[in-house]
């Protein structure tokens, strides 16, 4: 981590965040799905560089997830159809909490589950675990045939998956990962608020879906999958700055962003939308060490820019039109 | 080779192109070169292990170089890293020179023809487990089918200097002669002729062709080729091994012939990857649980790509 230098030599800041009541020390996470639980990623890149760190969805029980092919590769994407193959709660508990205890960033767990219960159990267990810094409550999967999307897309179970799961996280920070294709997405991000949800976090992937014209069928097992990477990114960045205007700003709520994100212009592109942090995806697959370069970006950018606080950053976007 | 893999550091390396040569109408060989950090990490990849290659910035051959069935294909941009698997590692000085050969069948492999020598290219490797020797073998199998021939060419190397007591014979297949990913014309091949191909007989292990239309070789799928030989052989089913990789259908009919004649087999499977290192959850292999009616997925990348056939369900 960059420390303070003299004046004279200062050609780095540092870029801390306040995220839900938490410092992190810089705005950049990895994404649920895409970094494992940490430990995957840590032969390309210091971890700890990282302001945070969300994991696979846990569920109650294991899941096996869904048949092969679970993914294919798109112009600029790829579709993923996973299915929440995940060790479940038990296993993580035992084999993986130890591990992320010894991390200096935040960790975030992501919750699923097919009935309010279940993801209540998962909260409730970890609530009071020191290794997490807060929840991040999947309600927008869209390869799952029960939970996921089906409750992220319903105002009331909004409501009622987040106030009881806000109810058994205790002190951790709540957030809630919106589902992007939606008719008004605000409306979701309303409710999530109102239900106590300290952070939102966005976008998940788009439910979308490739043919072998050969065989007529679907490329993927699911028929279905969540549609993620660069060719997502400025949809993404558009329902952060539409959920930042219409919702976060007003209640102090902080954004998660992310959609496409691989370098730090795409980084910054959704601070100044709106996002008070940002997580990478997919780019993790492709350059398992690009989170730590972008958090440098980020920080040259500020430098150049003059930007003593990132936070005057945070939804920045220029409106004015004129030259 | 130990019975479980040795640890190489996995990490992301940058490879010097030696040289990509065309063998075949659809097949190369690529040479890439390593040297430092990424020396040291391949020094001691096992046959079977494979890398992620990123192709995403190589360029697209000429336009009327590109096979017709491609065309629409190769204007797609590259996102995710592709998994090869390796048909040769040597070390020179502090140098290390690994060899991929690669069959063009979509954007990514038909801009991988592009990479040129002293080019550079990002390699995230070795990954995954490779072919492991049992105690007490003697003959050790090499099934290979089409690209498959790859890994089994490194295992053959590896075998001879490592393993003299073993006795090894390849037997590699394809849909014709021209088909057969080996740098020598094979049309008028006997299926006599033991040592047949050089790339397996330099290491001193003969190898037996067999192409599906005859015009090289065994006339047949390489598993009957494979299956005939075994019978016509009085070896116990203890004292040896087999190693195939190739199509999975292929591999679905040499683990059935070696669960008949109980022989120890182990086959490297393929899956769409998007990660390579155990991440994304997308590679799943389902398997079998030991005394048990249960399956579980296994993840190719990870857990693989090289399974016990008794444990894939195929
Ligand atoms: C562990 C491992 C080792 C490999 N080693 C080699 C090697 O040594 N040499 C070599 O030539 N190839 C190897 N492959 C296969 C190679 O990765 C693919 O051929 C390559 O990714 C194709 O990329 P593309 O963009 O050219 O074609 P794509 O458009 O990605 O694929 C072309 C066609 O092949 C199918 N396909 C692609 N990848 C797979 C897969 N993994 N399993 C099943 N079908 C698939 C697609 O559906 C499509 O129809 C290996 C694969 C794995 C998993
Ligand atoms: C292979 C894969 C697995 C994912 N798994 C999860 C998951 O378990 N839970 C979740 O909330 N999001 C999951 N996601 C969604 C990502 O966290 C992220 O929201 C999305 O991919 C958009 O970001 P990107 O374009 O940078 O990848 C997954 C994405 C991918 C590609
Ligand atoms: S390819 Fe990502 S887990 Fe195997």
Redesign the interface.
């Known amino acids: 981590m960059t420390v303070s230098r003299f004046w004279f030599m200062e050609e780095t800041v540092d870029i801390p965040v306040d995220f839900a009541g938490i410092r992190l020390a810089n705005p950049v996470f990895t994404a649920s799905?895409?970094?494992?639980y940490a430990d995957?990623?840590s032969?390309?890149m210091d971890v700890n560089a990282l302001g945070g760190l969300v994991t696979?969805s846990i569920t109650v029980k294991p899941r096996?997830?869904n048949?092969?092919?679970?993914?294919?590769?798109t112009?600029?994407?790829?579709l993923?159809a996973?299915g929440w193959?995940n060790i479940g709660l038990d296993a993580f508990v035992e084999e993986k909490l130890p591990a992320l205890d010894k991390l200096s960033c935040a960790v975030f767990v992501n919750i699923a589950g097919e009935t309010i219960d279940e993801y209540v159990a998962v909260a409730e267990r970890l609530a009071t675990a020191e290794a997490i810094a807060g929840f991040e409550l999947n309600i927008s999967c869209p390869n799952v045939e029960l939970g996921g999307i089906s409750f992220g897309t319903d105002p009331s179970q909004v409501a009622a998956v987040t106030s009881a799961v806000k109810r058994a996280v205790g002190e951790k920070i709540l957030m809630v990962k919106l589902p992007p294709a939606v008719t008004d997405i605000s409306v979701i991000a309303q409710v999530a608020v109102d239900a106590g949800a300290d952070a939102l976090s966005l976008v998940n992937t788009f439910t979308a879906m490739v043919v072998d014209i050969e065989t007529r069928k679907p490329v993927l097992a699911n028929k279905t999958g969540g549609l993620s990477?660069?060719a997502i990114k400025p949809i993404a960045v558009y329902l952060v700055n539409k959920v930042y205007n219409e919702v976060a700003k007003g209640f102090g709520i902080p954004i998660l962003g992310m959609g496409g994100i691989r370098t730090a212009s795409d980084a910054i592109e959704f601070i100044i939308a709106g996002a008070s942090a940002v997580a990478v995806g997919?780019a993790?697959?492709?350059?398992?060490?690009c989170a730590v370069k972008i958090i440098e970006g980020v920080k040259e950018y500020c430098v150049r820019k003059n930007i003593a606080n990132i936070k005057d950053l945070v939804g920045s976007l220029n409106q004015d039109l004129t030259d | 080779m130990s019975e479980k893999c040795s640890a190489t550091?996995?990490?992301?390396y940058w490879a010097t192109v030696r040289a990509n040569k065309q063998i075949g109408e659809r097949f190369y060989r690529l040479g890439l070169e390593f040297s430092g950090a990424g020396a040291e990490a391949f020094a001691r990849v096992q046959a079977g292990q494979f890398a992620e290659l990123?192709l995403?910035s190589a360029a697209l051959p000429s336009a009327e170089t590109i096979p017709q069935e491609l065309v629409d294909a190769a204007g797609?941009?590259?996102?995710?890293?592709r998994p090869f698997s390796f048909a040769d590692v040597d070390t020179r000085d502090d140098r290390t020179l690994v060899d991929i050969l690669y069959c063009v069948v979509g954007p990514a492999t038909l801009r991988m023809t592009t990479l040129a020598a002293g080019g550079s290219v990002s390699v995230?490797g070795p990954l995954g487990n490779g072919f492991r020797v049992p105690d007490g073998k003697k003959t050790a199998l090499l099934a290979a089918g089409g690209m498959g021939a790859g890994p089994l060419q490194h295992l053959a190397k590896i075998l001879t200097a490592d393993f003299p007591q073993i006795d090894a014979v390849a037997f590699a297949g394809a849909k014709t002669a021209e088909e057969l990913p080996f740098e020598r014309r094979l049309d008028k091949i006997a299926q006599q002729l033991e040592f047949s191909l050089p790339e397996f007989a330099r290491y001193g292990v003969r190898s037996l062709v067999a192409t599906d239309d005859g015009s090289a070789g065994f006339a047949g799928p390489v598993t009957d080729c494979f299956s005939e030989w075994l019978g016509k052989s009085d070896l116990a089913g203890e004292s040896m091994v087999i190693y195939s990789c190739g199509p999975e259908q292929m591999l679905a009919r040499v683990a059935e012939i070696a669960k008949t004649r109980n022989i120890d087999c182990q086959v490297s499977m393929e899956?769409?990857?998007?990660?390579?290192?155990?991440?994304?959850?997308?590679?799943?292999?389902e398997c079998r649980v030991a005394d048990s009616a249960e399956t579980?997925?296994k993840l190719c990348c990870e857990d693989g790509p090289v399974f016990d056939s008794k444990e894939v369900v195929f």
């Open positions: 799905g895409t970094s494992g995957e990623l032969d390309f696979k096996k997830g048949a092969t092919p679970r993914i294919v590769e112009d600029s994407g790829m993923n996973i193959a990477g660069p997919t993790n697959f492709i350059e398992p060490g | 550091k996995r990490g992301e990123d995403s797609r941009k590259i996102l995710l890293r995230i899956r769409r990857m998007a990660c390579g290192i155990g991440i994304c959850q997308s590679c799943a292999v579980v997925y």
